[in-house]
Every structure is written in structure tokens, then in C-alpha cells.
């Protein structure tokens, strides 16, 4: 298997299901002749043509709004939003028509189409270059939602996302882009929407998280192992929206203390979600309250980012907690 | 307002036949020059540091000095400028210290904003300066309320709002016009067509001819002009400025110009387009083009300007100095101004944070 980071993996994924069905179809600013800014359709133009891959005027709503009448006509569009910071222009059209274009129509009409955007901080980015937008599209209903943390991972979530008849946002942490490698298969390669992985398996604390916070949980984990005798499972999501209760119980179960870590704010994020279904589901299953460790309620800041993102400090403060509790 | 390119001051330095310069006292000639040169030198000196990894990025405006500061110099001090991202030389136009630029760089405890924002973003509500946004033309629809609010209060104020090209490609330029028409605001659109949006051709952007021509469709005054001729783009804005006083609405100018550097620290644009096609704009430089007119003038020498060259390196490198060593600002910042008061949730977070930091620091200690 080759070695690949998260954007040639991107990249082998949109060329794999471009090569696989003709539908499929590529929008965005700077996407064409120059490859986008982060070169994840670096090639494309050249091997597709300019009706497969087509750069379009700087507005969001429209790249998003022509997306969704390429899907009613039955293209598999996957338009490209250079950052997701810059996909509220677009929100509109997501939120009201993509996301309830079945519903409303009596499931006469779908919106098949992937909306791939680069998310979260750590790249010295500032409020623009940074946010993680995910809860405003897990709590619209008609939406799927998916966040890889690896190179395999995001070529086999970004082939099912394509092949799937719904609107998915594909939310790609930019600071993994690089720096995240690892094997991954070559040809068509697909990994099942909806079900997580427990990237590290232990006995005291189940800590649910996705994108690039996996990576700081395992090394906090390992940390927490060595240092304070915990021994932490660790639960990479991997589809936020429909997401893996299951895979999520089993662990809790296990362990009885859950730690949720993301990178957005903790107003309303998707951890306060988790919680409260974890609380109607297993109460009685937990031995100390359910903490959270994710961004802080203030826009994304620029000198303090990294005190703002969930750290191995952090992480490991609220490990004892749960322990000590 | 005049149909066609206009143009006083062609790239040889010479004054187009027919055209008049406008009157503007030598004193002010030489100041005008003196910025487009500090703001040259320090978009240079800037983008260095941030290769030497001294700061994290860096987005410059070589090339297109004409274009913003000529059309800053036709405002007033109670008249708003709202920014994009390359406006530092209507900044410093209006005074803006290199000292304040340099701390907003770093992001330390001197940054007017807190060490909130990437750098080139900062504001400046003091010389009503807008707060710089990176998401494309979202500064203009409120460049339009800002006019609506002056005229609604019978103030005469005017508001100058910069974007790009590409920027006219958002619902939000469209909108902004709109209003701005309806309501007849005193709001001056500039449009800096420097031809590139990243990799994207001004093309790729727009089926009109023109973007000036975009100003008929919502019932305004529109105007392209030559956006390297410094007198050209304070002649036009000064003439829509002078209109926006007079309750006669707002003008949609269009300043044709170039991007000759890269987007930003963070692009290379060898990737997209042709050396050839810059080293043309090379030839339209809008510095060297105001340097020959003074010189021809007799207003300025290469003695002086070599003068003036070594008084910008000494006032780039002092103000570096002074702001590269001052540390961050202090941590509780953090949560400040994200409402006017600091509410529970927010304090409660702070003391998490601290508490963190300070177990930190006693397992260092230990
Ligand atoms: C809403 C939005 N979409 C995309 C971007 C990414 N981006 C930053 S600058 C830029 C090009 C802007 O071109 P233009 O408006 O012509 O201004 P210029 O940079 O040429 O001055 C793009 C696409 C952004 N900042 N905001
Ligand atoms: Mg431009």
C-alpha cells in the first residue's frame, strides 16, 4: 500500500470516483488549472477537462446553489468551499434547500452531492482560517456530516460520501493535511458512512472525539497511561451525523467515564449533544458526569490559539477529574 | 461622470493630452509619494519576515499603491474608510503608525486588537479606519449602512469601501449597491481590479465588460479609471466624494490595476501565470510613473529620493525593533470583548485555563 498524507488520499479519492462514474464532478474557486489552494484537485483538470472540473466566480451561494442543480439533474457534484470559514455565504442554500430538498419534495427529488471544505486551526490562521462549523450542519436536518482523521480514513469516507444520495459535508481538519500520513489502499476503496472506530482500546475512560483532536487525545492518552495509571479507550467518530451510538455505548459501558474532546466551541457543539444522549441512554451505566474538553466560547483567536485548542494538558486534567471524581 | 478609461498620468510620467493634474500642493505631492514608497518598502520588509518565519503571514498591495492611496487622499478626516485587506496605505495616509501596524503583526500586548486576528488585519476606530474581515466582500453592504446612517443624520460624511475584482462576484456586492442606490447613500465603491483573485482570471469572474458598467444596472454612477495613476483616482473619487456630500447618492469606480506580487505570503502565482504578463504591468508601475512626473516637475531628485530610501529602512527597522520584543498580551484578553461584559460561562473557562497553566507550570518547577 502506498503512503500517502490526508490531501494526495483526498486526491486519489476524487480521481478513483471520477475515473468510476462521469457524474461525478468538481466546482470551486481555484479548483481547476491550479489544483485549488491546498492542491487537493491538483491533476484533475488535466486528466478531466474543463466539463469535469470547473473553476467558478468567487461566490459561495453560487458554487453551492449550481451544485445543487447539477444534483437535481442528476450529476454527482462535489463543489469545493476553500475554507469552511468562508461557507456561510452558501449557508442559505444548504440549509434550505439541499438539506430538505427530499423531505419537502415527498422524496421525489434527492441532493446527492458532497461538500468538501478544509476546517479547523492550528495553522496560525486566525478567526478566518480556523473555524469548525460542524454543529450549525448536524443540527439541520438532511444532512450527513463526516470528519476523517487519516489518510485511509479520508479516502474511504470521501468515496462513500460521493457514492451516497445525499448531501454530505465533508469537513477535512487542514492542519492533518500534511502532517497526518499513513497507508492507504489504491483503487476503489470505500469506508462505511456511520460507523466509528476505537483507534485505542482501554479499560478506565471512553474519550469520544473526531478530526485532528484524535491525535492529541492518543498522545495524552499515552501520556495518562505512563504518568497518572489511566488507561483511556478512544473513539474516532468519523461520521457525525448519522453517528455510531452503538460503537459509543459499548465503550461507556465498559468503563462507565466519558471524556468528549473537540476542537469547535463548547456552546451548543456536538459534544453537548453527545452528552445529553449519552445521559438518556446510559446514566445508570456512568460513575462520574460526563466533561467535555473543546474550544473555548470566544471567536477563534489568533496569539492564543493554542491555548484555546484541546491540549494534552487540558486532556490530561480532565482525565483525572473523571478518575478522581 | 466620464465614459471611458480615464487616465491623467501615463506610465512614462508624462500628463495625457487633454488632461488636467489636479491641483495639489507640492507639499502634499511629495507626502503622497513618501507613502506609496513606505508602503512599498514595508510590504518588501514584511514579506521577508515572514519567510524568516518571524511572522505568520503577510498580504501586501505592490502595484496597486495608486489605486488606494490616491482615492484616500480625496476623503476627509470624518469621512469612513472601510478596508479590505490591502488598504495599509490609506492607513497610513491617514496616519496609522508603523509601530501600531507592527505589534498587530506579532500579535502582542501593544496590537490595538488584542492579538486577535492574523496580521494585516487590524482597525482603527480612532481615524475611522474599519476593522479588517478576510471573508471577501463582506464589508461592503455595511459600507452602505454607514452611509445610510450619515445620511439619515444630514451629516455630509462620505464612506470609501475597498475590494477586489473578485469580491463582485458575491451576493453581497450586489446587495450593497442595491441599497446603496435606493437610498441614494454617500457611499464611494472602489473596486481594485487588480486582475487575479488568487489563481482566477478577472475573466473567469464576470461576463460584463467592465466592471464599472455593473454601476447602470442598479442606477448608480460608474467609473473606470486608470487605477496606477495616482492623479486619476483621487481626480474620480474626489468628484464622487464631492457628489456623495451633495445628497447625489453613491459612484461604483473601478480602479484597473495589477497584483504584482503574490496573493500572499501563502501563494505562488508562477503556478498560474506568465512572468510575461507581469513584467508588462512592471512597465505601468504606479511609483515609478509618480516618481518621473515629480522629477520632470522639478518637485524631487535622486538625492532626495535615496534620502528618503534610507529614512524608510531606519523608520521600518525602529519600528520592528520596538514591537518584535514586546511579549504577548496577557492571557485573560482571551475573553474580553466577546460580549461588553465578561458573562459566567466565560469567566468559569478563564479560571479552567489558568488553573491548567498553573499545574503546568509547578510540574516544570518540580
Ligand atoms: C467569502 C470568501 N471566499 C473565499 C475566500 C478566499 N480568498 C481570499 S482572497 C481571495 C481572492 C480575492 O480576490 P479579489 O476580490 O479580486 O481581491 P484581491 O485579493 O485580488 O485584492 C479568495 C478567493 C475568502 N477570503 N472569502
Ligand atoms: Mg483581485
Same mark, same amino acid.
Given at each position: 500500500?502506498?503512503?500517502? $498524507?490526508?490531501?494526495?488520499?483526498?486526491?486519489?479519492?476524487?480521481?478513483?470516483?471520477?475515473?468510476?462514474?462521469?457524474?461525478?464532478?468538481?466546482?470551486?474557486? !481555484?479548483?481547476?488549472?491550479?489544483?485549488?489552494?491546498?492542491?487537493?484537485?491538483?491533476?484533475?483538470?488535466?486528466?478531466?477537462?474543463?466539463?469535469?472540473?470547473? =473553476?467558478?466566480?468567487?461566490?459561495?451561494?453560487?458554487?453551492?446553489?449550481? *451544485?445543487?442543480?447539477?444534483? %437535481?439533474?442528476?450529476?454527482?457534484?462535489?463543489?469545493?468551499?476553500?475554507?469552511?470559514?468562508?461557507?456561510?455565504?452558501?449557508?442559505?442554500?444548504?440549509?434550505?434547500?439541499?438539506?430538505?430538498?427530499?423531505?419537502?419534495?415527498?422524496?421525489?427529488?434527492?441532493?446527492?452531492?458532497?461538500?468538501?471544505?478544509?476546517?479547523?486551526?492550528?495553522?496560525?490562521?486566525?478567526?478566518?482560517?480556523?473555524?469548525?462549523?460542524?454543529?450549525?450542519?448536524?443540527?439541520?436536518?438532511?444532512? #450527513?456530516?463526516?470528519?476523517?482523521?487519516?489518510?485511509?480514513? *479520508?479516502?474511504?469516507? /470521501?468515496?462513500?460520501?460521493?457514492?451516497? !444520495?445525499?448531501?454530505?459535508?465533508?469537513? &477535512?481538519? #487542514?492542519?492533518?493535511?500534511?502532517?497526518?500520513?499513513?497507508?492507504?489502499? &489504491?483503487?476503489?476503496?470505500?469506508?462505511? /458512512?456511520?460507523?466509528?472506530?476505537?483507534?485505542?482500546?482501554?479499560?478506565?475512560?471512553?474519550?469520544?472525539?473526531?478530526?485532528?483532536?484524535?491525535?492529541?487525545?492518543?498522545?495524552?492518552?499515552?501520556?495518562?497511561?505512563?504518568? !497518572?495509571?489511566?488507561?483511556?479507550?478512544?473513539?474516532?467518530?468519523?461520521?457525525? /451525523?448519522?453517528?455510531?451510538?452503538?460503537?459509543?455505548?459499548?465503550?461507556?459501558?465498559?468503563?462507565?467515564?466519558?471524556?468528549?474532546?473537540? &476542537?469547535?466551541?463548547?456552546?451548543?457543539?456536538?459534544?453537548? &449533544?453527545?452528552? *445529553?444522549? %449519552?445521559?438518556? #441512554? *446510559?446514566?445508570?451505566?456512568?460513575?462520574?458526569?460526563?466533561?467535555?474538553?473543546?474550544?473555548? =466560547?470566544?471567536?477563534?483567536?489568533?496569539?492564543?490559539?493554542?491555548?484555546?485548542?484541546? $491540549?494534552?494538558?487540558?486532556?490530561? #486534567?480532565? /482525565?483525572?477529574?473523571?478518575?478522581?471524581? | 461622470?466620464? +465614459?471611458?478609461?480615464?487616465?491623467?498620468?501615463?506610465?512614462?510620467?508624462?500628463?495625457?493630452?487633454?488632461?488636467?493634474?489636479?491641483?495639489?500642493?507640492?507639499?502634499?505631492?511629495?507626502?503622497?509619494?513618501?507613502?506609496?514608497?513606505?508602503?512599498?518598502?514595508?510590504?518588501?520588509?514584511?514579506?521577508?519576515?515572514?519567510?524568516?518565519?518571524?511572522?505568520?503571514?503577510?498580504?501586501?498591495?505592490?502595484?496597486?499603491?495608486?489605486?488606494?492611496?490616491?482615492?484616500?487622499?480625496?476623503?476627509?478626516?470624518?469621512?469612513?474608510?472601510?478596508?479590505?485587506?490591502?488598504?495599509?496605505?490609506?492607513?497610513?495616509?491617514?496616519?496609522?503608525?508603523?509601530?501600531? @501596524?507592527?505589534?498587530?503583526?506579532?500579535?502582542?500586548?501593544?496590537?490595538?486588537?488584542?492579538?486577535?486576528?492574523?496580521?494585516?488585519?487590524?482597525?482603527?476606530?480612532?481615524?475611522?479606519?474599519?476593522?479588517?474581515?478576510?471573508?471577501?466582500?463582506?464589508?461592503?453592504?455595511?459600507?452602505?449602512?454607514?452611509?445610510?446612517?450619515?445620511?439619515?443624520?444630514?451629516?455630509?460624511?462620505?464612506?470609501?469601501?475597498?475590494?477586489?475584482?473578485?469580491?463582485?462576484?458575491?451576493?453581497?456586492?450586489?446587495?450593497?449597491?442595491?441599497?446603496?442606490?435606493?437610498?441614494?447613500?454617500?457611499?464611494? @465603491?472602489?473596486?481594485?481590479?487588480?486582475?487575479?483573485?488568487?489563481?482566477?482570471?478577472?475573466?473567469?469572474?464576470?461576463?460584463?465588460?467592465?466592471?464599472?458598467?455593473?454601476?447602470?444596472?442598479?442606477?448608480?454612477?460608474?467609473?473606470?479609471?486608470?487605477?496606477?495613476?495616482?492623479?486619476?483616482?483621487?481626480?474620480?473619487?474626489?468628484?464622487?466624494?464631492?457628489?456623495?456630500?451633495?445628497?447625489?447618492?453613491?459612484?461604483?469606480?473601478?480602479?484597473?490595476?495589477?497584483?504584482?506580487?503574490?496573493?500572499?505570503?501563502?501563494?505562488?502565482?508562477?503556478?498560474?501565470?506568465?512572468? +510575461?504578463?507581469?513584467?508588462?504591468?512592471?512597465?505601468?508601475?504606479?511609483?515609478?510613473? @509618480?516618481?518621473?512626473?515629480?522629477?520632470?516637475?522639478?518637485?524631487?531628485?535622486?538625492?532626495?529620493?535615496?534620502?528618503?530610501?534610507?529614512?524608510?529602512?531606519?523608520?521600518?527597522?525602529?519600528?520592528?525593533?520596538?514591537?518584535?520584543?514586546?511579549?504577548?498580551?496577557?492571557?485573560?484578553?482571551? @475573553?474580553?470583548?466577546?460580549?461588553?461584559?465578561?458573562?459566567?460561562?466565560?469567566?468559569?473557562?478563564?479560571?479552567?485555563?489558568?488553573?491548567?497553566?498553573?499545574?503546568?507550570?509547578?510540574?516544570?518547577?518540580?
Amino acid at each position: 500500500m502506498p503512503t500517502m $498524507n490526508i490531501i494526495q488520499a483526498v486526491n486519489d479519492a476524487l480521481r478513483t470516483e471520477m475515473r468510476r462514474d462521469d457524474r461525478v464532478v468538481i466546482l470551486g474557486q !481555484d479548483v481547476g488549472k491550479f489544483g485549488g489552494v491546498f492542491r487537493a484537485t491538483q491533476g484533475l483538470f488535466e486528466e478531466f477537462g474543463p466539463n469535469r472540473v470547473l =473553476d467558478t466566480p468567487l461566490a459561495e451561494a453560487g458554487i453551492i446553489g449550481s *451544485a445543487i442543480g447539477m444534483a %437535481l439533474y442528476g450529476l454527482r457534484p462535489v463543489p469545493e468551499i476553500q475554507f469552511a470559514d468562508f461557507i456561510y455565504p452558501a449557508f442559505d442554500q444548504i440549509v434550505n434547500e439541499a438539506s430538505k430538498m427530499r423531505y419537502r419534495s415527498g422524496g421525489q427529488y434527492a441532493c446527492p452531492m458532497v461538500i468538501r471544505t478544509p476546517c479547523g486551526g492550528g495553522i496560525r490562521g486566525g478567526h478566518y482560517h480556523s473555524q469548525s462549523p460542524e454543529a450549525y450542519f448536524i443540527h439541520t436536518p438532511g444532512l #450527513k456530516v463526516v470528519m476523517p482523521s487519516n489518510p485511509s480514513d *479520508a479516502k474511504g469516507l /470521501l468515496s462513500a460520501s460521493i457514492r451516497d !444520495d445525499n448531501p454530505v459535508i465533508f469537513l &477535512e481538519p #487542514k492542519r492533518l493535511y500534511r502532517a497526518a500520513r499513513g497507508e492507504v489502499p &489504491e483503487g476503489e476503496y470505500v469506508v462505511e /458512512l456511520g460507523k466509528a472506530k476505537v483507534v485505542r482500546e482501554g479499560d478506565d475512560v471512553t474519550i469520544v472525539t473526531y478530526g485532528a483532536v484524535v491525535h492529541t487525545t492518543l498522545q495524552a492518552a499515552e501520556k495518562a497511561a505512563q504518568e !497518572d495509571g489511566i488507561s483511556v479507550e478512544i473513539i474516532d467518530l468519523r461520521t457525525l /451525523l448519522p453517528y455510531d451510538i452503538d460503537t459509543i455505548l459499548i465503550s461507556v459501558m465498559k468503563t462507565g467515564r466519558v471524556l468528549i474532546a473537540h &476542537e469547535a466551541a463548547k456552546m451548543c457543539g456536538f459534544g453537548a &449533544e453527545l452528552s *445529553a444522549t %449519552l445521559n438518556e #441512554k *446510559a446514566l445508570l451505566h456512568l460513575q462520574a458526569p460526563i466533561l467535555r474538553v473543546t474550544g473555548f =466560547d470566544i471567536p477563534f483567536p489568533y496569539t492564543f490559539e493554542h491555548e484555546y485548542l484541546p $491540549n494534552e494538558k487540558r486532556l490530561r #486534567k480532565a /482525565l483525572q477529574d473523571s478518575i478522581n471524581f | 461622470m466620464p +465614459e471611458g478609461l480615464v487616465r491623467i498620468l501615463r506610465p512614462d510620467g508624462k500628463v495625457e493630452k487633454g488632461q488636467k493634474v489636479p491641483s495639489i500642493n507640492p507639499k502634499d505631492l511629495i507626502h503622497l509619494y513618501r507613502v506609496m514608497l513606505l508602503n512599498r518598502r514595508v510590504d518588501e520588509r514584511m514579506t521577508t519576515l515572514q519567510r524568516q518565519g518571524r511572522i505568520g503571514f503577510y498580504i501586501g498591495s505592490v502595484g496597486e499603491e495608486a489605486a488606494i492611496i490616491g482615492s484616500a487622499f480625496a476623503l476627509e478626516e470624518k469621512d469612513w474608510i472601510i478596508p479590505c485587506y490591502r488598504e495599509l496605505g490609506a492607513a497610513l495616509l491617514r496616519g496609522f503608525s508603523l509601530f501600531e @501596524f507592527c505589534c498587530q503583526l506579532f500579535g502582542n500586548a501593544q496590537d490595538s486588537i488584542k492579538g486577535r486576528q492574523m496580521p494585516n488585519h487590524y482597525a482603527s476606530a480612532k481615524l475611522r479606519f474599519g476593522s479588517i474581515s478576510s471573508p471577501v466582500g463582506n464589508q461592503i453592504p455595511y459600507a452602505t449602512g454607514i452611509g445610510l446612517a450619515a445620511r439619515l443624520r444630514g451629516t455630509a460624511e462620505a464612506v470609501l469601501v475597498y475590494f477586489g475584482e473578485g469580491a463582485t462576484s458575491e451576493g453581497d456586492f450586489h446587495v450593497a449597491v442595491n441599497f446603496a442606490g435606493v437610498y441614494k447613500t454617500p457611499t464611494i @465603491f472602489l473596486c481594485r481590479n487588480n486582475q487575479w483573485a488568487i489563481s482566477m482570471p478577472r475573466e473567469l469572474q464576470t461576463a460584463s465588460k467592465s466592471i464599472a458598467i455593473k454601476a447602470k444596472a442598479y442606477g448608480i454612477e460608474g467609473v473606470q479609471v486608470d487605477g496606477n495613476d495616482i492623479f486619476g483616482v483621487y481626480s474620480v473619487t474626489r468628484e464622487a466624494v464631492d457628489r456623495a456630500r451633495r445628497g447625489e447618492g453613491p459612484t461604483l469606480i473601478e480602479a484597473v490595476t495589477y497584483r504584482l506580487g503574490a496573493h500572499s505570503t501563502s501563494d505562488d502565482p508562477r503556478a498560474y501565470r506568465d512572468d +510575461e504578463e507581469v513584467e508588462g504591468w512592471k512597465e505601468k508601475d504606479p511609483l515609478c510613473r @509618480f516618481k518621473l512626473y515629480l522629477m520632470a516637475e522639478g518637485h524631487w531628485g535622486e538625492e532626495k529620493d535615496a534620502y528618503l530610501e534610507e529614512e524608510i529602512k531606519n523608520e521600518i527597522q525602529a519600528a520592528l525593533k520596538k514591537s518584535e520584543r514586546i511579549g504577548p498580551p496577557s492571557i485573560d484578553t482571551m @475573553f474580553e470583548d466577546v460580549l461588553d461584559r465578561v458573562p459566567w460561562h466565560l469567566k468559569e473557562q478563564l479560571e479552567e485555563l489558568r488553573r491548567v497553566q498553573e499545574l503546568d507550570a509547578v510540574q516544570q518547577e518540580a
